[in-house]
């Protein structure tokens, strides 16, 4: 946001936020937050004046039009209430205290929080009274309104508001307000002004969806336009709230990549194995796509989002799989090596996961690292979008013309059996004619297999960029036989039953 300062009680380690921003997300200027950087000496006087005179300070010196005041994870601890030190000031600006319990919530709520608040106090002075019905627009006047939840250091939130506002000013919408990405105070201030709201990221900009609702009659879109389906619903909804006719762009706009999953040519995608964990909005939608529009099998859904759990839930229960609400890494580790999918959709986290395991991973949510901060323009939302992650998703994969040239070039220093596979970077690979053994059969086989020479031999005569597939297939199906040896009549059962 601009022209809203933040003071922050927190003792000098935790300036490294700022890093956030001017690092990861590579923003050409500081967030506007200043630390009173207390050091344990400052413990035994008048931490509470040290934070006063830091807040006095910011005010004189950057003149915002508004001021959040709060504590860190560590500050809480010494008790000394930024929100009445501040209030004392008697300030000239409105002053919003924000009570963020670190120790018991995570980021997207903070952020859903301090957005919250800070809609709040600045829309209020011009609510209308209690049971406020929005009179209808006079004739000619172009329906209006916000879009809600795109944040800093969002996953490629910058893009996807350029996107939508794409979608909106074809429909003819107008756009009041974009919040709090860009606004200032002043601009919360207006948002009641508008028609309806677009609540592009639920985790940020539910709740102050919802008071804006009860309060100046708003309605709020509640399809996110994740993917070339989901676009579609998003401008059927918009087009229904707003009067108007969503035919122009719902026809006039192509995306390739719903061509293209349609197409001939992606029929080796039909049936891949996904896993899929990260918040629960781009979760969802992810789900959505890779099972409707290319054809993917989720075999694994989950997300860290507590508060939107129930909405994983529904989305597991389409696929027969149950979800995996936890923020615990090494429980998501723990599933992915059980289901040993081929393809992982994830977060950050998500990514060393799957390099570890070898398997090929696209980040889809936050927390993202700088890569995930392109300086292209890369939206997720959109038909764009949609174009954007089907070239995200498909890449990692082995397959179509790359894996005939492996296997011409098998022979070659850079193309053979013992080295890693290209979109794999130095994932660690077997012996020339082996491959990893799968992590699921520790947990998942009672019986313990061996192969016999004559059936390795045979395994080694497949491709080797399927035959780690082929062996954990085998492997799979001789355990839950209690067969013991395998044989080359196993290996061959196993093709037979797996190709059925």
Same mark, same amino acid.
């Given at each position: 946001?601009?022209?809203?300062?933040?003071?922050?009680?927190?003792?000098?380690?935790?300036?490294?936020?700022?890093?956030?921003?001017?690092?990861?997300?590579?923003?050409?200027?500081?967030?506007?937050?200043?630390?009173?950087?207390?050091?344990?000496?400052?413990?035994?006087?008048?931490?509470?004046?040290?934070?006063?005179?830091?807040?006095?300070?910011?005010?004189?010196?950057?003149?915002?039009?508004?001021?959040?005041?709060?504590?860190?994870?560590?500050?809480?601890?010494?008790?000394?209430?930024?929100?009445?030190?501040?209030?004392?000031?008697?300030?000239?600006?409105?002053?919003?205290?924000?009570?963020?319990?670190?120790?018991?919530?995570?980021?997207?709520? /903070? %952020?859903?929080?301090? #957005?919250?608040?800070? +809609?709040?106090?600045? $829309?209020?002075? =011009?609510?209308? !009274?209690?049971?406020?019905?929005?009179?209808?627009?006079?004739?000619?006047?172009?329906?209006?309104?916000?879009?809600?939840?795109?944040?800093?250091?969002?996953?490629?939130?910058?893009?996807?508001?350029?996107?939508?506002?794409?979608?909106?000013?074809?429909?003819?919408?107008?756009?009041?307000?974009?919040?709090?990405?860009?606004?200032?105070?002043?601009?919360?201030?207006?948002?009641?002004?508008?028609?309806?709201?677009?609540?592009?990221?639920?985790?940020?900009?539910?709740?102050?969806?919802?008071?804006?609702?009860?309060?100046?009659?708003?309605?709020?879109?509640?399809?996110?336009?994740?993917?070339? /389906? %989901?676009?579609?619903? #998003?401008?059927?909804? +918009?087009?229904?709230? $707003?009067?108007? =006719?969503?035919? !122009?762009?719902?026809?006039?706009?192509?995306?390739?990549?719903?061509?293209?999953?349609?197409?001939?040519?992606?029929?080796?995608?039909?049936?891949?194995?996904?896993?899929?964990?990260?918040?629960?909005?781009?979760?969802?939608?992810?789900?959505?796509?890779?099972?409707?529009?290319?054809?993917?099998?989720?075999?694994?859904?989950?997300?860290?989002?507590?508060?939107?759990?129930?909405?994983?839930?529904?989305?597991?229960?389409?696929?027969?799989?149950?979800?995996?609400?936890?923020?615990?890494?090494?429980?998501?580790?723990?599933?992915?090596?059980?289901?040993?999918?081929?393809?992982?959709?994830?977060?950050?986290?998500?990514?060393?996961?799957?390099?570890?395991?070898?398997?090929?991973?696209?980040?889809?949510?936050? !927390?993202?690292?700088?890569?995930?901060?392109?300086?292209?323009?890369?939206?997720?939302?959109?038909?764009?979008?949609?174009?954007?992650?089907?070239?995200?998703?498909?890449?990692?994969?082995?397959?179509?013309?790359?894996?005939?040239?492996?296997?011409?070039?098998?022979?070659?220093?850079?193309?053979?059996?013992?080295?890693?596979?290209?979109?794999?970077?130095?994932?660690?690979?077997?012996?020339?004619?082996?491959?990893?053994?799968?992590?699921?059969?520790?947990?998942?086989?009672?019986?313990?297999?061996?192969?016999?020479?004559?059936?390795?031999?045979?395994?080694?005569?497949?491709?080797?960029?399927?035959?780690?597939?082929?062996?954990?297939?085998?492997?799979?199906?001789?355990?839950?036989?209690?067969?013991?040896?395998?044989?080359?009549?196993?290996?061959?059962?196993?093709?037979?039953?797996?190709?059925?």
């Amino acid at each position: 946001m601009r022209d809203v300062h933040y003071v922050l009680h927190a003792p000098q380690g935790d300036t490294y936020a700022d890093l956030l921003f001017t690092m990861i997300e590579r923003l050409p200027r500081r967030p506007p937050v200043t630390y009173t950087t207390f050091q344990a000496r400052d413990l035994g006087g008048d931490t509470a004046g040290l934070f006063q005179r830091a807040v006095s300070e910011a005010f004189e010196r950057f003149k915002p039009q508004a001021m959040l005041v709060g504590a860190s994870c560590t500050a809480e601890l010494i008790q000394d209430d930024p929100g009445g030190l501040a209030r004392a000031l008697k300030l000239a600006i409105p002053v919003i205290p924000l009570e963020l319990p670190s120790y018991q919530k995570k980021e997207n709520w /903070g %952020a859903a929080e301090t #957005f919250y608040q800070l +809609v709040r106090a600045m $829309a209020s002075p =011009d609510a209308p !009274p209690p049971g406020f019905k929005r009179p209808p627009r006079e004739p000619g006047v172009p329906a209006s309104c916000n879009i809600l939840g795109a944040s800093a250091l969002g996953f490629r939130h910058r893009d996807d508001v350029q996107a939508v506002s794409q979608i909106l000013v074809q429909l003819g919408v107008h756009i009041n307000v974009v919040a709090p990405l860009g606004a200032t105070p002043a601009d919360l201030a207006r948002l009641g002004e508008a028609d309806f709201n677009v609540v592009l990221y639920p985790e940020i900009g539910y709740q102050a969806a919802q008071w804006l609702g009860r309060t100046f009659d708003q309605p709020s879109i509640k399809t996110v336009p994740l993917g070339y /389906g %989901a676009t579609r619903d #998003f401008i059927t909804e +918009v087009a229904r709230v $707003a009067g108007v =006719d969503g035919t !122009p762009a719902l026809l006039g706009t192509a995306s390739h990549s719903n061509w293209y999953s349609h197409s001939v040519d992606s029929t080796y995608l039909t049936g891949k194995r996904v896993f899929i964990f990260g918040d629960a909005t781009h979760a969802v939608a992810a789900a959505r796509i890779a099972a409707d529009e290319l054809g993917f099998t989720v075999v694994g859904l989950g997300t860290y989002s507590r508060e939107f759990a129930r909405d994983v839930r529904e989305a597991a229960q389409k696929y027969g799989i149950p979800a995996l609400i936890t923020d615990d890494y090494l429980e998501v580790e723990a599933q992915v090596a059980e289901l040993q999918p081929e393809l992982v959709l994830g977060t950050q986290m998500e990514r060393h996961i799957a390099k570890r395991l070898g398997i090929p991973c696209a980040v889809i949510s936050a !927390p993202v690292h700088v890569q995930d901060f392109p300086a292209r323009y890369s939206p997720q939302m959109g038909f764009e979008g949609a174009n954007v992650m089907f070239d995200t998703w498909v890449h990692p994969l082995m397959m179509g013309l790359e894996e005939h040239l492996l296997t011409m070039f098998r022979g070659d220093f850079e193309f053979h059996d013992g080295a890693a596979a290209s979109h794999l970077g130095s994932a660690a690979v077997g012996p020339r004619g082996s491959a990893p053994a799968s992590p699921s059969l520790a947990t998942s086989a009672t019986v313990k297999t061996s192969w016999a020479p004559d059936a390795e031999k045979e395994l080694g005569k497949i491709p080797f960029f399927v035959r780690g597939k082929a062996r954990r297939n085998t492997e799979r199906y001789a355990a839950d036989r209690a067969v013991e040896l395998i044989t080359v009549e196993t290996l061959y059962d196993a093709k037979a039953h797996y190709s059925r």
